[in-house]
């Protein structure tokens, strides 16, 4: 059973199991994989991952204000992760989808500023060349 798992086994096969409802389309189950996951491994070195996919999810079900919560989650609770860059570009885009440019504009300018090497500023750069 389960609760004979080393712990740091058992919490990444938490992960890995809502990753995989994701990446099956079964948007629903992963988030609540996600949840489930945050709230028992809150300090996890997923946790920053597991916000992010939330995000993703919420992209795929088109309810693009909870996507732009979830990334904040990462943004701000994680401003060190690697993962930030990331989540401020999916957040553009979800300002985008709600037509809000302003919005958009000023986090693709945040990321080819806070992090001009990255492979997100070349993109940010790109789409900001087409938000007019």
């Known amino acids: ?11 990444q096969m938490l992960y ?18 996600f949840n ?12 920053d991952n597991a916000h992010f996919w939330i995000g993703e999810c919420h ?13 904040q989650n990462v943004i701000k609770d ?6 930030v ?4 570009l999916r957040q553009a ?3 985008g989808e709600i037509k809000d440019k302003t919005s958009a504009r000023l986090l693709l300018k945040k990321i080819i500023k806070n992090y001009p090497k990255s492979n997100e500023a070349k993109i940010a750069q790109k789409r900001l060349e087409t938000i007019k």
Not at 36 to 47: E, G, Q, T
Not at 78 to 83: R, V
């Open 1 to 11: 059973s389960e609760a004979t798992l080393d712990p740091v086994v058992q919490e």
């Open 16 to 33: 890995d199991r809502a990753l995989a409802s994701y990446k099956e389309g079964r948007y629903e189950d992963a988030m609540e994989g």
């Open 36 to 47: 489930a996951f945050l709230k028992r491994y809150p300090k996890s070195d997923h946790s």
């Open 59 to 71: 992209m795929n079900l088109k309810q693009y204000e909870q996507a732009i919560l979830a990334y």
């Open 78 to 83: 994680f401003p060190k992760g690697n993962k």
């Open 85 to 88: 860059p990331s989540a401020l």
């Open 93 to 95: 885009a979800a300002f």
